[in-house]
Structures are given as C-alpha cells and as structure tokens.
Nanobody
C-alpha cells in the first residue's frame, strides 16, 4: 500500500516536497517512482529510484529541478520539486515495482495521488 502526501498550491518558482509511505511489503526490494497526470493528458513518468537509492532516473522535463530520494529505514520515498512551473500542475502518483524501472505506466503498485497546482 502506498500513501502519497505533500501536494498543494504553490506559485511558479516555488518548491514542494512530496512523500510516499509504503507498507505491506519489504520496502528495500521495491523500485520506487513518481508519475503525474494533468487534465486531458496521459499519465507520464516523472522520476524513479532503484532499490538502494544509488540509481535515479528523470524525465527530461524535470531534470535539474526535481530530486527523488528514499529512506529505506522509514519506508518512504520523496520527490523534492524546485523551480516549479505551471506546466508541472498535475496529480502526482507514487508507484512501486519489484521488477525494475520503466518509463511506461506499467508499474505494479500505485498510490492514490496527490494534487500539485502551480499558479503563474
């Protein structure tokens, strides 16, 4: 089970940090990721982090602005979002999968989503 939190309303140029707490499975065996979906658009990959935290992957649109990290002792993954833009407005979903990383939304486990709104 994945529980995302930390979304909200922020002005362009601001920052937010999303958190996702995992339960029900050994967290350190899961690759963790974030996807987002804006109204009328397909769900798109944002970032992912491997089991140990030593490997991270980002969509080109967020590279240099977003940072994904994990704390295996707390069973939590984070998404630090800086220099936010109105185009970042979307529902952000936490994802997990024991099989590995993919940029397609074919992940095994999904959280409920948290809304991020960036005003201009």
């Amino acid at each position: 089970q994945l529980q995302a939190s930390g979304g909200g309303l922020v002005q362009a140029g601001g920052s937010l940090r999303l958190s996702c707490a995992a339960s029900g499975r050994t967290f350190s065996t899961l690759v963790m990721g974030w996807f987002r979906q804006a109204p009328g658009k397909e769900r798109e990959f944002v970032a992912a982090i491997n089991w140990s935290g030593g490997g991270t992957y980002y969509a080109d649109s967020v590279k240099g602005r977003f940072t994904i990290s994990r704390d295996n002792a707390k069973n939590t993954v984070y998404l630090q979002m800086n220099s936010l833009k109105p185009d970042d407005t979307a529902v952000y979903y936490c994802t997990a999968d024991p099989r590995g990383f993919t940029k397609t939304p074919q992940w095994h486990f999904w959280g409920q989503g948290t809304q991020v709104t960036v005003s201009s």
